[in-house]
């Protein structure tokens, strides 16, 4: 009988510890401007001008991207105009820009993927008048996923670009 209620209350801690897992998720699904890292817990006042922490806290270091797409979606072309925007600012930067992927495709599938989705950050970027000397791609491909997860919630937040600081 004891062994019944351990294995209820094992399995009442696993859903419990799953529930709060994916609520954290999907809470910082979908906004390109605001950071993922604990570098936002800092006061603004107390960042330092043209720093990736700066970058990070006032303009928004990534974007999202659809599935098995690299179109930039609107949301992202606001974020990546504040980029551009803060690049002028700091003309003295200069900045990589990385293609992640979620886990699903091949490997090779996916590094392609994620380098045509930097190609298009640094395209739109140009475009908004950067020098592209001052802009290199990376592809990680489903390599550095920010959300460890076979759902929705971790796809979206794994298929990201997202501008760093060289």
Not at 57 to 71: L, M, T
Not at 122 to 139: D, H, P, Y
Not at 145 to 163: D, H, I, L, Y
Request: net charge positive; hydrophobic share 35%.
């Amino acid at each position: 009988m004891r062994l019944k209620y351990w294995t209820i209350f094992g399995a009442l801690f696993l859903v419990a510890a799953c529930t709060t897992a994916s609520e954290e998720l999907a809470s910082a699904g979908g906004q390109g401007a605001q950071a993922r890292t604990s570098v936002t817990s800092q006061p603004q006042d107390t960042v330092r001008g043209g720093t990736q922490q700066d970058l990070v806290v006032n303009v928004g270091d990534r974007i999202f991207f659809d599935f098995d797409k690299f179109e930039l979606r609107s949301e992202a072309r606001r974020t990546l105009a504040r980029q551009a925007d803060w690049l002028r600012t700091n003309p003295d930067v200069t900045v990589t820009v990385e293609g992640h992927t979620d886990e699903r495709g091949t490997r090779e599938y996916n590094i392609a993927l994620g380098e045509r989705r930097a190609v298009a950050v640094k395209n739109f970027l140009i475009e908004q008048g950067i020098n592209a000397t001052r802009i290199t791609t990376i592809s990680f491909g489903k390599e550095r996923p920010v959300a460890v997860g076979s759902s929705e919630v971790s796809w979206s937040q794994n298929r990201r670009g997202v501008t760093t600081i060289n």
